[in-house]
């Protein structure tokens, strides 16, 4: 079955340090991978995406993420966190132009 | 191009009552779909078209929910009756090739 795991509901960092969101999926395909934002009471803007090629994928608003087969992961990533990346984000699989599986999301608290 | 365009943004109505929600995808976009959020269950696709011909629509939750795409400029989603538990945010996407972009969603609450 396909499904995608967020294994963090809730993280917190300071302003400026560094992020890690985690992601684990199981596809039966090749995967698409996909990480969306969602801002409060805002709809899911696309950071990054990844389809082949270069595992290390470089995103909007200085976030990255890498694609490890082996490990089924696709972590999204930022060296310095501001206080404007507060929101829920959204990792996501699908292939092609299929419906994507969503996972249950991470909320993330920037504090000073 | 201006996105995903949904309306209403906002919608509260009774028990009881029809509601239809609209869509106007991305120009050139021949895939829709239509997604819904909810605190238990998180985003869940209820339907999705090609080229305004429904292929799955085996997420819709039951017989209440209907959904159209007469062209490929709009889309609508229908529930009637309208329950409590229909309350959520309801998603558009469309997409040309992979990606899919969303619209800003329609917060539904019914009393």
């Known amino acids: 079955a396909q499904s995608v795991t967020q294994p963090d509901i809730h993280i917190t960092v300071s302003e400026g340090a560094s992020l890690e969101l985690r992601c684990n999926y199981s596809y039966g395909a090749t995967p698409y991978l996909f990480w969306y934002v969602q801002s409060p009471g805002q709809g899911l803007q696309l950071l990054l995406k990844?389809?082949?090629?270069?595992?290390l994928v470089q995103g909007i608003k200085g976030f990255e993420a890498e694609f490890k087969r082996s490990q089924s992961s696709f972590n999204l990533r930022k060296p310095s966190v501001h206080w404007s990346d507060a929101a829920e984000y959204f990792c996501?699989?699908?292939?092609?132009?299929?419906?994507?599986?969503f996972g249950k999301g991470t909320r993330l608290s920037v504090i000073a | 191009d201006a996105g995903v365009i949904q309306s209403p943004r906002h919608e509260v109505t009774e028990m009881g009552q029809e509601v239809t929600l609209r869509c106007k995808p991305i120009?050139?976009?021949?895939?829709l779909f239509w997604y819904r959020q909810t605190m238990m269950r998180g985003l869940e696709l209820l339907i999705y078209?090609?080229?305004?011909?429904?292929?799955?629509d085996s997420g819709m939750p039951e017989d209440r929910f209907s959904a159209k795409m007469p062209n490929a400029s709009f889309s609508t989603l229908k529930i009637q009756p309208s329950e409590p538990r229909d309350s959520a945010v309801y998603f558009c996407a469309s997409s040309q090739r992979e990606t899919q972009y969303f619209g800003p969603g329609t917060r539904l609450l019914v009393l």
């Open positions: 120009s050139g976009h021949d895939y």
């Open positions: 996501a699989v699908g292939s092609g132009n299929t419906p994507l599986v």
């Open positions: 078209f090609n080229n305004n011909v429904p292929i799955d």
């Open positions: 990844y389809f082949s090629g270069d595992t």
